[in-house]
């Protein structure tokens, strides 16, 4: 016999050492079933809402991303009959309740829905379509002086913040809206922004609970210039 023929008993033992490491290296199976599951109960349980980046720490890695996606688009569309939907926003995914049904669940809210001043919508409405801006940018589109009080209303409700200052006199602070602002709103980008006329309905259909207090009517005087 030729002894390349031969069978060498070592080799055949490793060869079988190979083939059972190969065999444990070989990861389970997904069960896109129980990712779905999991997915469910985090993004139900969470009071913000959860990056895809977040909901794949849920599975020690043993999930990828393309996986999660695929899962939310899924369940997604379960949810999509119901009075609660699944919803991309700028901060990730999040359970929302669909607006033709929040203004039942705002009759037994404690909290009133608060009347948005002008100086307040205007002041919103400038910084969400021209951004990044400064105060006297919007005085300027506004004619009149912007008080304290307005601006103060939109930085503490988290919907605008201070990017920076301008290279002028005085370094005004440059104003943007947040991604806070988005997820509000329902949105995932600026792209998404409802036209000007439609954005105080849409403010409008925004939880009690998640809406600022009306500023102070505060003297705003005639701007001159």
Same mark, same amino acid.
């Given at each position: 016999?030729?002894?390349? +023929? ?10 079988? =050492? ?7 290296? +070989? ?9 779905? =599951? ?5 993004? &139900? ?6 990056t895809?980046?977040?909901?794949? =720490? &849920? ?12 899962v &939310? ?52 409405a400038?910084?969400?379509? =021209? ?53 509000? &709103? ?5 792209? +998404? ?33």
């Amino acid at each position: 016999m030729n002894m390349n +023929e031969q069978t060498n008993p070592e080799t055949q033992e490793e060869e079988r =050492r190979a083939q059972s490491e190969e065999g444990a290296m +070989e990861p389970a199976p997904i069960d896109l079933e129980q990712v779905k =599951r999991v997915l469910e109960a985090a993004l &139900l349980s969470a009071p913000e809402p959860l990056t895809v980046l977040q909901l794949k =720490r &849920l599975f020690a890695g043993e999930v990828d991303a393309d996986n999660i996606r695929k899962v &939310l688009e899924q369940l997604r569309e379960e949810w999509s009959a119901r009075s609660i939907e699944l919803t991309p926003v700028a901060s990730g995914w999040r359970f929302r309740v669909k607006p033709d049904y929040q203004k039942f669940l705002d009759r037994i809210s404690q909290e009133k829905p608060p009347r948005y001043s002008r100086a307040v919508l205007e002041t919103l409405a400038i910084v969400a379509y =021209r951004q990044p801006v400064t105060r006297g940018d919007i005085e300027d589109v506004r004619g009149v002086a912007v008080s304290p009080p307005t601006l103060n209303a939109l930085v503490e409700r988290g919907w605008i913040e201070v990017i920076g200052t301008r290279e002028t006199p005085g370094r005004p602070a440059i104003f943007a809206t947040t991604r806070k602002f988005l997820d509000d &709103l329902n949105l995932r980008s600026l792209e +998404e922004l409802p036209p000007l006329e439609e954005l105080q309905s849409a403010l409008a259909a925004v939880p009690a609970a998640l809406q600022p207090p009306e500023s102070t009517q505060s003297t705003e005087q005639t701007h001159a210039g």
